[in-house]
């Protein structure tokens, strides 16, 4: 069976551009988490699709979005890229996303580097 | 809010000594618990977790943890390391079953095994 996999691996972009990241979850599961990982703030939850609907959110600013399609497969969208945004962005899996009980499978990541 | 402390960014030991990663939670409910092991350029691994049946939980690759609720902790041990564990490793906790599966993830633990 297929682990998470995310697209690309490796970014680079200057601030002020805008990045799309993917994330295609183990098949059979519905619900697609995103983490971003500094060496400052360490692992931060981003926020959580299940069904195509967002059902949970961290504290980043409206820059930082993402949808989740029929199929499962969700994006992130950071628009206006600041410095700050470089980091390892990673996805993580799970069945029906009700949490606790669910083990949740992880994605390598996304290296997204800012200049 | 509930909150995660990993005790000891860094840690090293040698081949063939205990393991003791250290991990303390706060929080006003019954939380479930995880540790997560990061190689490098990779995403994070499952190791154990704790769904509130068993206080002591046994995970992969020889690691176990005990859940001790009069200390708010969760420690992560191994009798004996192995080359292969330097990583770094990740508690976890959940505490919102409501809000699916957002996790908060303490600091991490460096672990570096000397020959």
């Known amino acids: 069976k297929a682990g998470v996999t995310q697209t690309p691996r490796y970014l680079i972009k200057t601030r002020g551009q805008q990045v799309t990241l993917s994330c295609s979850p183990i098949?059979?599961?519905?619900?697609v988490s995103w983490y971003q990982q500094t060496p400052g703030q360490g692992l931060q939850f981003l926020f959580e699709y299940f069904s195509e609907t967002q059902r949970n959110k961290g504290n980043f600013p409206g820059r930082f979005s993402g949808r989740q399609f029929s199929n499962s497969r969700s994006e992130m969208n950071v628009s206006t890229l600041e410095l700050g945004d470089s980091a390892l962005y990673l996805c993580?899996?799970?069945?029906?996303?009700?949490?606790?009980?669910?083990?949740?499978?992880f994605g390598p990541g996304t290296r997204l580097l800012v200049l | 809010a509930q909150s995660v402390t990993q005790l000891g960014s860094h840690v090293s030991v040698s081949e063939g000594a205990l393991v003791l990663l250290r991990c303390n939670y706060s929080?006003?409910?019954?939380?479930?618990l995880f540790w997560y092991v990061q190689y490098p350029n990779q995403g994070l691994q499952l190791l154990l977790k704790?769904?509130?049946?068993?206080?002591l939980v046994k995970g992969i690759n020889g690691f176990e943890a005990e859940f001790k609720k009069s200390e708010t902790s969760f420690h992560l041990t191994k009798p004996s390391a192995h080359m292969s564990d330097a990583a770094e490793y990740f508690c976890?906790?959940?505490?919102?079953?409501?809000?699916?599966?957002?996790?908060?993830f303490g600091g991490g633990t460096r672990v570096l095994v000397k020959p």
């Open positions: 098949s059979g599961h519905r619900s």
């Open positions: 993580a899996s799970s069945r029906t996303g009700t949490g606790g009980q669910e083990t949740q499978y």
């Open positions: 929080s006003s409910v019954p939380p479930y």
């Open positions: 976890a906790v959940q505490v919102d079953r409501a809000a699916g599966n957002k996790l908060t």
């Open positions: 704790y769904t509130s049946a068993a206080t």
